[in-house]
């Protein structure tokens, strides 16, 4: 008798989660990716509890029909690659097919969604990843997520979660970040009944970092871009006299996707070199575009760092779009004083 047995599915499914799901936040990443996909104009996303007690995520998106909603909780389940071929020319965020799986696996999930061209919209409920209940539900267009009590069937992930404050102050964090990546995308973000964030959609990445740092950024910011070797870089970047204390106020978009990566962040740093007391960094949103083919999105299954295929070109790239607009800047200000 052989001693190996194949994990049942729902094993599979928990195991599998810990690597998505790893705290509220990463819920709601997952949730916000998805309306995104689905090309809502608005989301909403309410909290409770830091998320531990409910995530609801409410979009306006495309919705599903009641077949797709019954697949999109499933494993390995997505309309957004069909072969290994797509995933060279990824234009989704999604594209693991596990997220709704992995959430729904950890928590009690209720989908709600109905598509333009349906009259019902369908209902779904999932218990610690078993199917409970398919109905036929009124509700407008798009979709909605409801996700209670995370980890309440994996104690030991609960347990090592920080406190409810910083796994706030993540979710908040997260949302201010998708707020400077998405400005033509009205969000709202509740943490219980009050409203933390709200950005009005279609605006420019500019109005955002008002809302997000006061109205003073308007002064106090710079805009960059720059074209050439395949890459397309927008954003906006602080005066090197609007510095903080730590980094945290940095975000990078690739092809929309919000990423943590090394090269980027040195980058920008070695551009405002000499320009900037050590041990304060500037504040930027910077968005690059390339050819997907040209990156690699599949590194990890929470797929916030990426792979360039060339990381020396995209590094010298955002150097030069960055140095040039702060010389530019400090040439006009010198030129300015003297008159
Ligand atoms: P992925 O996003 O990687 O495809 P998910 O598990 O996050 O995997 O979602 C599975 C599928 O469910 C998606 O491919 C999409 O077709 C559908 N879906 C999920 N969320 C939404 C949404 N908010 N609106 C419309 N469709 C959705
Ligand atoms: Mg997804």
């Known amino acids: 008798m052989g001693i190996i047995k194949l994990l049942a599915p729902e094993v599979v499914n928990q195991i599998a989660a810990g690597e998505v799901v790893e705290r509220p936040v990463s819920v709601v990443k997952e949730l916000l990716e998805n309306a995104i996909d689905a090309a809502a104009t608005q989301i909403t996303v309410v909290i409770e509890d830091a998320g531990l007690k409910e995530i609801r995520v409410i979009d306006n998106g495309m919705g599903m029909t009641g077949e797709d909603a019954e697949l999109a909780i499933a494993r390995h389940a997505t309309s957004k690659i069909r072969n290994a071929g797509d995933l060279d ?5 999604g594209f693991r097919g596990e997220a709704l799986a992995a959430i729904a696996s950890v928590s009690r999930l209720t989908l709600i969604t109905r598509t333009a061209e349906m009259i019902a919209g369908t209902r779904i409920v999932v218990e610690g990843g078993e199917k409970k209940q398919v109905t036929s539900i009124g509700c407008p267009h798009g979709t909605q997520v409801i996700v209670r009590d995370l980890f309440f069937n994996s104690p030991p992930r609960r347990k090592f979660l920080k406190s409810i404050q910083a796994e706030k102050a993540a979710v908040a964090d997260l949302l201010s970040r998708f707020a400077l990546g998405y400005p033509e995308i009205a969000l709202n973000f509740y943490s219980g009944k009050r409203l933390s964030l709200a950005t009005p959609g279609q605006a420019e990445p500019i109005e955002i970092a008002c809302i997000l740092y006061g109205k003073e950024a308007k002064d106090n910011f710079l805009e960059i871009f720059y074209e050439g070797e395949g890459v397309r870089i927008r954003g906006i970047v602080s005066k090197p006299q609007f510095t903080r204390a730590s980094r945290h106020y940095q975000t990078f978009f690739v092809n929309r996707r919000l990423v943590r990566n090394y090269h980027l962040s040195r980058a920008l740093e070695s551009a405002y070199e ?12 910077i968005y690059l575009d390339l050819e997907p083919k040209t990156i690699d999105v599949n590194v990890h299954p929470t797929k916030s760092d990426i792979r360039f295929a060339d990381p020396a070109l995209v590094a010298r790239a955002l150097y030069r779009a960055v140095r040039n607009t702060l010389a530019n800047y400090q040439t006009q200000r010198r030129l300015s004083h003297q008159l």
């Open 89 to 93: 020319r990824v234009a989704t965020l």
């Open 274 to 285: 000499g320009l900037v007391t050590s041990g304060h960094y500037p504040c930027v949103a």
